[in-house]
């Protein structure tokens, strides 16, 4: 044999070999370098949080890992505004220049959020919104449930339950179309349905603070307080609860100064605190189904998919709301003591 020829093919074999070595090191590391790891190569995805010292929130937040890897995207980690729409704009700004081919957003403040909307249109970046419909601006999908529902469904139970006297609505922030919605249907329905009883309101905007120091003076003032109604229990369940604790008026429905507590999120606390008859109902947002339908309606808009008004497939329905978007309306059912147990809320979820 030539030795040349000998040589030459000595050498390309050596090249193909560390052309393979090269490509299994990196398939190896775009499978992440441990177990348990993985480096997805699809879209890029920007997720923003309203706030993480909510157990509700906490519990998006833990759902979203599981579905990007279901969808195929690639999250980034979530950053969270803490209710400060100042540092939400800077956020989403900082993702917009990072790149991201989609953006998952849940502003507190509804109006402020049409100024990150417009700098992703500009940048023809799709948005989704979970859990709030901005006032204005771009928006592909928004996936929430039926915020004046859960006012009308706490407003129905506190007043079959309540003949008369004083009842108290903690509200959410007025600044959110959440805070707006469910203060509105709640107010409208008692005034409707049960003009017997007496509304008053915490201004708590979504602040624990606020509300403990707001239900404790109004506690104070109206010791004779017969239901509340929690927008957030996530924010609002253990300040309650440690006020009503404070004036030894924690006590359970058998008791005839029960006071009828309706809450709204769906935690583990709550349903908790419901299985203790410390409080009587809460509605169960859908946590897991934010966080499931989010990335989905993103990575669809990615793909150019197009939706319209009615049914949808997984048990919801899409409406159109007054500011022409489109908005998944996701159940969120009412728990109370007698389907609590049910496995299907979220917020039993590992609960043996």
């Not at 079959?160 to 006297?165: A, D, E, L, Q, Y």
């Not at 509605?283 to 669809?300: H, N, T």
Request: aromatic share 6%.
């Amino acid at each position: 044999m030539d030795c040349a020829y000998e040589s030459e093919s000595l050498v390309k074999l050596l090249h193909a070999l560390r052309s393979a070595a090269i490509l299994a090191f990196s398939l190896l590391c775009a499978c992440g370098g441990s177990a348990g790891q993985t480096v997805s190569s699809g879209p890029k995805i920007g997720v923003e949080l309203p706030l993480l010292t909510s157990p509700f929130w906490q519990a998006y937040n833990d759902y979203l890992p599981r579905y990007a890897r279901a969808s195929k995207l690639d999250l980034l980690p979530p950053s969270s505004a803490d209710g400060d729409t100042s540092k939400f704009l800077t956020d989403t700004q900082n993702l917009i220049a990072e790149g991201v081919d989609g953006l998952v957003l849940s502003p507190t403040d509804t109006a402020a959020a049409a100024t990150a909307l417009d700098r992703a249109a500009a940048k023809h970046i799709p948005v989704v919104t979970v859990d709030v419909a901005p006032d204005r601006g771009t928006v592909y999908m928004v996936v929430r449930a039926d915020n004046r529902e859960y006012g009308t469904l706490a407003c129905d139970y506190i007043g079959t339950h309540v003949r008369s006297g004083t009842v108290v609505q903690v509200e959410g922030d007025l600044a959110s179309i959440n805070g707006r919605d469910r203060t509105a249907a709640f107010s409208d329905c008692m005034r409707r349905r049960f003009p017997a009883l007496r509304v008053l309101a915490v201004a708590a905007q979504w602040d624990a603070a606020k509300a403990e120091q707001g239900l404790e003076a109004l506690y104070a003032a109206n010791p004779q307080i017969k239901g509340i109604y929690l927008q957030a229990g996530g924010v609002y369940l253990a300040p309650a609860l440690s006020v009503l604790q404070r004036h030894n008026a924690l006590v359970p429905p058998s008791n005839p100064k029960h006071i009828v507590i309706v809450s709204n999120d769906g935690i583990p606390q709550e349903l908790d605190a419901i299985r203790k008859g410390r409080i009587d109902a809460t509605v169960s947002q859908p946590a897991d189904l934010y966080a499931r339908y989010g990335l989905l309606y993103i990575k669809a808009a990615l793909a150019r998919e197009r939706f319209t008004t009615g049914p949808t497939t997984h048990g919801s329905h899409i409406v159109r709301l007054p500011n022409g978007m489109l908005e998944d309306q996701l159940q969120a059912p009412l728990v109370t003591r007698a389907n609590v147990n049910d496995a299907r809320f979220w917020g039993n979820a590992g609960r043996s």
